[in-house]
């Protein structure tokens, strides 16, 4: 089953305790980003990528990292986390670029105290 | 100001209604209009896509696009209950970024 697999689903975690966040696409897309969803700002795009070691910052970069070394591999990575980090995430995979079909995972909720 | 604008709603109408969605984009450089469905507690999918003006229609689902005034619309018609979820409108103007609406939460009762 084509998919776009997140994990974990929900994490609760302490201020400033790193944390990543997988996700993964077995559909062979070259496009992945990585978006927040927060109550009256709507999706955000934090990161893409549009190939293998090809990243760059999308609306609302600071406090990320992500890394491509894989195609189907696209974590996301709070390095010092913070509330207002706390958010539901969303990866997502398309064929070519932002102009075609993205594919959404499940979603993460994130929980930073 | 914000490159996509979105009522946020929330829209109530009865079953069987015609449903109006609408956005408004401030770049006139966006060539590609979607519109994605999402359900509570589910990822966005990809509902309609538009590129270009023009409109496009699949079934019950019209999308609109209108450059001159930087306008996208979606229509449902004979809208039922399993309508009910958050629309998001998205643009884009090439290969690299999407923009998203803050999305319309519809709820369609009985």
Redesign the interface.
Known sequence: EAQ?TQNPRYLITVTGKKLTVTCSQNMNHE?M?W?RQDP??????IY?S?NVEVT?K??VPEGYKVSRKEKRNFPLILESPSPNQTSLY?C?SSL????T??F????TRLTVV | QKEVE?D?GPLSVPEGAIVSLNCTYSNSAF??F?W?RQYS??????LM?TYSSGNKEDGRFTAQVDKSSKYISLFIRDSQPSDSATY?C?V?G??????????TQLKVEL
């Open positions: 776009v496009y980003s978006y009256g700002l709507g999706l955000r795009q893409y549009m760059d999308g609306d969303f997502a070519s670029g932002a102009n079909e993205a959404f995972g499940q979603g | 979105q946020p060539q590609y979607m994605y507690r589910k990822g966005p999918e990809l896509y998001l998205s884009t090439g290969g690299n970024k999407l923009t998203f609406g803050t999305g």
